[in-house]
């Protein structure tokens, strides 16, 4: 087997795995609070991560680096990943992976506003505008079937860890620390998990470890073990042996695996309205990311 197949092997992992963990943090969440989950789920994740370079010998972060990493930890982690998980506790893995996947529009408009750096051509706007219609086409499919009084709050709690993320990935372009990527992974999810831990505590939103029902350690152990060690390796080895456009399809696959699986694992609606408005969802994302790598492109070739 050659190493590009392996590549593929690997995208598909990611995709399929990825797509897998929204249905897993939706059933883990269920039965026990949102913030522990992720706590746990981060923390044991982050002692994994940092005792694997801590053994190999890296050099614990300086003062300077620790507070970066503290940023990024409550923007990556406590905002996006924890508020994420709470959004799951009212809305459909699927409708959560589908606005996460938004990320890239929230990119384009929030560094056109705020850096002046973007250019929101006729083609990046269809796509900001596709991306939004479908979304708001699940939307409104959802709140059909749903019955909670949470429901709104889901998606906010949903939109604001989308936004995070989507901060968190400006900061990190802009400011390059000198330590490993992935070390800083492993410290970011480290802290991540204190500060969430923390926040269960203060909110009230805990219970003892031995409260905690197995079927949700069940959800916990894949979360870690398949989401955020297996199919994060995967990753690592696709963006390093294929094409970053060709690297960057599990993007689009997870939230149509995440809508899948949950229709099958945990009975969500799967109706042609939310098919259609997900397939919009993601044709709009993929136009917003053309268009941005159109502009990259014309700002890197020579002028004669």
């Given at each position: 087997m050659t190493t590009k197949q392996k590549a593929y092997i690997a995208l598909g992992i990611t995709s399929t795995v990825w797509g897998t963990?929204?249905?897993?943090?939706?059933?883990?969440?269920?039965?026990?609070?949102?913030?522990?989950?992720?706590?746990?789920?981060?923390?044991?994740?982050?002692?994994?991560?940092?005792?694997?370079?801590?053994?190999?010998?890296?050099?614990?972060?300086?003062w300077k680096q620790l507070k970066w990493l503290a940023?990024?930890?409550?923007?990556?982690?406590?905002?996006?990943n924890g508020f994420a998980?709470?959004?799951?506790?009212?809305?459909?893995?699927?409708?959560?992976?589908?606005?996460a996947a938004l990320y890239p529009l929230s990119?384009?408009?929030?560094?056109?506003?705020?850096?002046?750096?973007?250019?929101?051509?006729?083609?990046?706007?269809?796509?900001?505008?596709?991306?939004?219609?479908?979304?708001?086409?699940?939307f409104y499919e959802n709140a059909f079937?749903?019955?909670?009084?949470?429901?709104?709050?889901?998606?906010?709690?949903?939109?604001?860890?989308?936004?995070?993320?989507?901060?968190?990935?400006?900061l990190i372009a802009r400011n390059k620390l000198k330590i490993n990527p992935y070390y800083a992974t492993g410290w970011q999810m480290l802290l991540g998990s204190m500060m969430l831990f923390a926040?269960?505590?203060?909110?009230?939103?805990?219970?003892?470890?031995?409260?905690?029902?197995?079927?949700?350690?069940?959800?916990?152990?894949?979360?870690?073990?398949?989401?955020?060690?297996?199919?994060?390796?995967?990753?690592?080895?696709?963006?390093?042996?294929l094409e970053a456009p060709v690297a960057a399809l599990y993007a689009y696959i997870n939230p149509i695996?995440?809508?899948l699986v949950g229709s099958v694992m945990v009975q969500e609606p799967l109706t042609i309205n939310?098919?259609?408005g997900s397939a919009i969802t993601l044709m709009g994302v993929y136009i917003v990311n053309h268009s941005l790598k159109k502009q990259q492109n014309a700002l890197i070739e020579p002028i004669d």
């Open positions: 963990t929204w249905v897993a943090s939706r059933m883990a969440v269920q039965d026990t609070p949102a913030l522990e989950v992720s706590a746990i789920r981060q923390g044991i994740a982050g002692i994994l991560f940092t005792g694997f370079f801590l053994i190999k010998g890296a050099a614990l972060p300086n940023l990024m930890a409550v923007l990556l982690f406590v905002s996006a998980s709470v959004g799951l506790k009212y809305i459909s893995s699927g409708l959560g992976a589908l606005i990119v384009v408009m929030i560094e056109r506003i705020f850096f002046k750096n973007t250019k929101i051509t006729w083609y990046t706007f269809i796509g900001i505008v596709l991306g939004i219609s479908g979304i708001v086409l699940v079937h749903h019955h909670s009084e949470g429901y709104i709050l889901g998606i906010v709690f949903s939109l604001i860890a989308m936004l995070s993320w989507s901060i968190g990935t400006i926040l269960a505590f203060i909110t009230g939103d805990s219970i003892a470890f031995n409260q905690i029902d197995p079927r949700t350690w069940f959800s916990i152990s894949y979360l870690v073990g398949m989401g955020s060690i297996f199919a994060f390796v995967a990753f690592i080895y696709t963006m390093k042996h695996v995440a809508i939310i098919i259609i």
